[in-house]
């Protein structure tokens, strides 16, 4: 079978306009601060509540797991789009490459 040419398909964002990428940096420090401050809050509520500092940190870790899984959503599936941006750019950017190195693309 032939090989069909794919042409390479630039983002289209809402208005019409090309995309922009989202930035990852800025997610991703969002999101780890985000957990730090849900462990810290959960650690001295426990604390507060009576535990000793070693079992106030060990539950304080585990309870929050979940409870930044969910407050923490918004940011989780932001960091997830700018990642999954961040791939197929370097994946496109990739077969453009190769399809230079072979000499199928004009420059």
Do not use: C, N
């Not at 930035?23 to 959960?42: E, M, N």
């Not at 899984?69 to 490459?97: D, I, T, W």
């Amino acid at each position: 079978m032939a090989e069909q040419e794919r042409t390479p398909v630039t983002p289209v964002g809402p208005d019409g306009r090309p995309a922009v990428r989202p930035k990852v940096l800025p997610w991703v420090l969002v999101h780890t601060i985000g957990r730090l401050a849900v462990f810290a809050l959960l650690t001295v509520v426990l604390w507060m509540v009576g535990l000793d500092f070693w079992s106030g940190m060990l539950f304080g870790l585990v309870l929050s797991m979940p409870v930044s899984y969910f407050l923490l959503r918004r940011s989780r599936e932001q960091l997830s789009v700018a990642l999954v941006a961040r791939s197929e750019e370097k994946r496109r950017a990739k077969e453009q490459f190769r399809a230079r190195l072979s000499g199928d693309a004009a420059a």
